[in-house]
Structures are given as C-alpha cells and as structure tokens.
C-alpha cells in the first residue's frame, strides 16, 4: 500500500532527475488491460505501472469513434500529469482507433495492442479467427494488419458484445457464459481455423472457456504478451529502461473503485487500493 501524496512527490523527483525510474501508464476500459499488466510483471518486473481502468464509460466496443478518441484524449492528458514515460494502450477498441490519431497529439511513446497481435498471429497460422468488440471488428483493424504482414491467410471476424459485460461482472464460470462463447466460435470453427487472435484484452481471462470449445490444434494468440516484448523493446531503445526497484502499481479508475477492488482480487490475487479519477475537474480521491 502506499500514500497517494507521496507516490505524486516522488514521482516529480525522480521524473525530473531520472526519467526511466517514470511509470509506465497502462490504460483500457476495465480489468482487461489487467492481462497486459500481468505480462508487463513478468517481463519487466522494474518498472513502476500506473494502471487506468475507464470504468464508468465501459464497454468501449458500443462507442463511436469520436467518443472513443474523446477518452483516449482525456486518459492521455491526465496520464501526463502523473508524469508517465510510455503509454501502452492495453485497449483493442482504442488501439482500433484513435491510436494513430493520437500518437500525433501528444509527445510520448503510445503502443498499441493490434500490431503485435497481429504479427504474432501471422507467425502462427494460414487460417487466422478473430474475436473482438463490435467497434473493433466493425474497424477491421486486425484484418488490415494481418493482410498487411501476410496477404496470404486467410482472416475471419467476430464480433462478441456480450464478452466484456459478462467478465466486467466477474460471471467467466457461469454456463451462460459458455453458451454465448459456443455461439460465438462456432462459425470459425466451421471455418476449419488453425489460430484464434483475442481482439480484446478482456478475453484471455474467458481462456479456461475457449479452450475446452476449441479443437485442441487451434493456436490461441494473447496480444498482450507481445505488446510488452514491443514495450520491452522501445524501452531499450529509448534509454528508459529502469533498473531501480520499481514503485507500487498505482490503480484509478472512473467508475466504482469497490468493484474494480473486488475484480482485482480475483485478476490479481490480491486487493489493490484504488483511486477515482474525475474527469469533470480533475479531481482525485483514494478508495
């Protein structure tokens, strides 16, 4: 645990005098960037993380893309506030877009998660299912990328309203749950495909659900993994790399800090203290 107050002091310090002792600011619409913070734990276990969850404005998959880049715009804008030294867009449905858009606006690295789904994707199979938010399928973000790297697989897409609702209200193990994930893989698999993309950071926590319905040879591909070997490697390049011990994570969110808390556990395995950011005046208060 930490004080808010002093996390904000240190933070000025060492950002002025040592910038690759700065955060990471990793951000989505809820708990799902929660599987990108978990690789970024694993793989750069010295950095320090501040983790935005924009929960009262989620599902992001519904939004138009004028609402989203309204966010995006809002969460990056406070994120440099916090003084962070990368962003990583731990959001399908953002990345899908407003990334490009924004990466013009603002004056720090900003990785999004589609490309280096995308390569991976091609690196695995011919025959590549996507699974993603309505905004993100209806982009076609992960087909042009995809083609792009290889115009010889073959891309088909799903879209799956349901998922991020049903995981935002931790119901991964109810069998409602499976009889909409049957529903919605049942067309890929009919298309004979080797490799299924998660087009959605939430939906590597369903794993456990897809894979007792998928033929065991289909290759699951977790984008988020390979966004932070992208992190991993912009870091070096940039010289920011931290090789201090790293800060507690910090956690805020948008919308009820006691539900995130209580996802936490579960995602985290322990109960995260958590912050609620107001973007109406900036204003911030510790749950």
């Given amino acids: 645990m930490y004080s808010s107050s002093l996390f904000e002091g240190n933070l000025d310090d060492v950002s002025a005098q040592e910038p690759q002792r700065s955060p990471i600011g990793v951000f989505d619409s809820g708990v799902g960037g929660l599987t990108v913070l978990r690789q970024l734990y694993r793989h750069l276990p010295n950095e320090s993380i501040i983790y935005f969850g924009d929960t009262a404005r989620l599902p992001y998959g519904i939004r138009s893309q004028a609402e989203i880049l309204q966010y995006v715009r809002e969460i990056l804008h406070w994120m440099q506030q916090q003084r962070v030294k990368m962003v990583v867009m731990a959001c399908n449905t953002s990345s899908a877009l407003a990334l ?41 973000a992960y087909r042009h990328a995809i083609l792009e790297i290889d115009p010889s697989v073959q891309v088909w897409q799903v879209s799956c309203p349901e998922f991020v609702p049903l995981i935002e209200q931790n119901r991964i193990n109810d069998p409602y749950t499976t009889e ?19 087009g959605c950071t939430h939906y ?84």
């Fill in 100 to 140: 490009e858009i924004v990466r013009g606006e603002f004056d720090l690295p900003i990785l999004g998660v589609i490309l280096p789904g995308a390569k991976a994707a091609v690196q695995q199979g011919k025959r590549i299912g996507v699974i993603a938010t309505p905004a993100t399928a209806k982009s076609n």
């Fill in 180 to 198: 909409v994930a049957r529903s919605y893989l049942e067309p890929l698999i009919q298309q004979n495909i080797d490799t299924l993309v998660y």
């Fill in 204 to 287: 590597p926590h369903l794993a456990p659900v897809l894979r007792s319905l998928l033929p065991a040879h289909v290759k699951l591909v977790d984008p988020a993994v390979h966004v932070v070997a992208a992190c991993t490697q912009e870091l070096e390049l940039l010289g920011l790399s931290n090789t201090h011990p790293p800060l507690p994570t910090r956690f805020a969110v948008s919308g009820c800090p006691q539900q995130f808390a209580q996802s936490g556990v579960q995602l985290l395995g322990h109960t995260p203290m958590v912050e609620v950011v107001d973007f109406t005046d900036t204003a911030v208060s510790q749950f």
